[in-house]
């Protein structure tokens, strides 16, 4: 059920914005003002668009058949580390992209909505702050 909340609040939101990018960055940018230095080269906010659209891709996967998702997140951990973006800011983009949600939606956020994206968020959480693909490989088998 969950799993269709989240979609159904990215379905919601794509008919009422073409380009949440702007968005997105925008509120990452004034919650997190030392981040925009990292996207200076990025003048046509390509850069953005792209890395969104990867979100909400891993996102999908991840409340759906969850092929790739979990690796993604742990290798971006740490592939974003090496542009001096540290885990917590990482994980807290995940939360910028829930928000955004929320604040487009207003009156249509239901409080499902409100608790499957806490629930998602709580389950992204673990593949951030545990990018050690074999620690988490092993975390499982038990």
Known sequence: MSASLIE???????????????????????EHPEMEALFWRDTNHAVKGEMLSRVFEAILDFVGERKYASTMIQCEVVTHEGYDV???????FFATVAATLKALLAKDWTADMDQAWVKLLADLDYYVIHPDQYETSMAKAR
């Open 8 to 30: 159904a609040s990215l379905e919601l939101a794509a008919e009422r914005c073409e380009d949440l990018t702007p968005l997105v960055y925008e509120r990452l940018f004034r």
């Open 86 to 92: 540290p885990p917590d800011v990482f994980r807290m």
